[in-house]
């Protein structure tokens, strides 16, 4: 079972989430015959997916940021220090 699976980050799974909660309510035995097992894939499935989605974010994120840096540094070689005041000021 995933932890935490009813996060913010999550809420585009909680349909599915829900469903294997049910499943689970069934019993142990339910589950241990393996009645889950196609909800669960399809949980592993959206979840995989949102991962990916986050990661992308976060990686725009970042690309973003090391240009904003690197357009700074340029202006330090170039012996223009005020993109740093610039530059602290807009975090």
Known sequence: MHSHLHTKDNIGCEEIMNALDECHARGFLYKAIGGCNDI?????????????????????????????????????DEGDYSALEQFTKSK
């Open 40 to 76: 669960k894939r399809e949980v592993n499935k959206c979840l995989s997916g949102e991962r990916t989605k986050k990661s992308r974010k976060n990686r725009e994120t970042a690309l973003e940021r090391r240009a904003r840096i690197e357009a700074v540094w340029a202006k330090f």
